[in-house]
Nanobody
Framework: QVRLVESGGGLVQPGGSLRLSCAAS????????MAWYRQAPEKQRELVAT???????NYADSVKGRFTISRDNAKYTVYLQMNSLKPEDTAVYFC???????????????WGRGTQVTVSS
């Protein structure tokens, strides 16, 4: 069983920065795509950023130029550096991994439990 644990959320003033981390534990042979999603109150969960195993990153238009996704393959960890934060970035942030438990297995999809980010003065 693969488990993800996020950290780094908190309260920050507008214009501030936070860095989220998500680490995987369990039994697997590869982690392919890593991603961050977020869900604001009474809104649907939305994609924030993705990064492939080759470190190709993509971003939602709303965060381009402000957020940076990166990964440490040796630690099975993905990061989200968030700069110039705005009140509209307030949400619960979830990490999401796609990987394989064995080379013959179908890909698994696993979510973290989320970490709260609040941007407010």
């Amino acid at each position: 069983q693969v488990r993800l644990v996020e950290s780094g959320g908190g309260l920050v003033q507008p214009g501030g920065s936070l860095r989220l981390s998500c680490a995987a534990s369990g039994s697997f042979v590869s982690i392919d795509t890593m991603a961050w999603y977020r869900q604001a109150p009474e809104k649907q969960r939305e994609l924030v950023a993705t990064i492939t195993s080759g470190s190709v990153a993509n971003y939602a238009d709303s965060v381009k130029g402000r957020f940076t996704i990166s990964r440490d393959n040796a630690k099975y960890t993905v990061y989200l550096q968030m700069n110039s934060l705005k009140p509209e970035d307030t949400a619960v942030y979830f990490c999401y991994y796609v990987g394989k438990t064995t080379i013959w297995a179908s890909p698994f999809h696993v979510w973290g439990r989320g970490t709260q980010v609040t941007v407010s003065s």
